[in-house]
Nanobody, 121 residues
């Protein structure tokens, strides 16, 4: 059983900062890719950022220069540092882990339950 648990979401004023965390646990052999997605009310879930086990990162244009994704492979942790937050960043943020449960097995996507980020004055 694999579990992803996000934390860190809360209400913050525009221009503020938040750090989201995601802890992966369970039967995991490797996690080649981890990422953050978000879903605002009435909108589809969208990619925010991804990071490989080697540290290669990818960001959606709207967060470049403001958000930083990072991970601790040994602890199976994923982070998202969000600075200069805007009201349009308001959404439920989900952690994704694309992982293998054993050597030479297929990759599967696992999702966390989400954490609410609200940017408002």
């Amino acid at each position: 059983q694999v579990q992803l648990v996000e934390s860190g979401g809360e209400l913050v004023q525009p221009g503020g900062s938040l750090r989201l965390s995601c802890a992966a646990s369970g039967s995991i052999f490797s996690i080649p890719t981890m990422g953050w997605y978000r879903q605002a009310p009435g909108k589809e879930r969208e990619l925010v950022a991804t990071i490989s086990s080697g540290g290669n990162t990818n960001y959606v244009d709207s967060v470049k220069g403001r958000f930083t994704i990072s991970r601790d492979n040994a602890k199976k942790m994923l982070y998202l540092q969000m600075n200069s937050l805007k009201p349009e960043d308001t959404a439920v943020y989900y952690c994704l882990a694309r992982l293998r449960k054993a050597w030479n097995t297929p990759l599967y996507d696992y999702w966390g339950q989400g954490t609410q980020v609200t940017v408002s004055s």
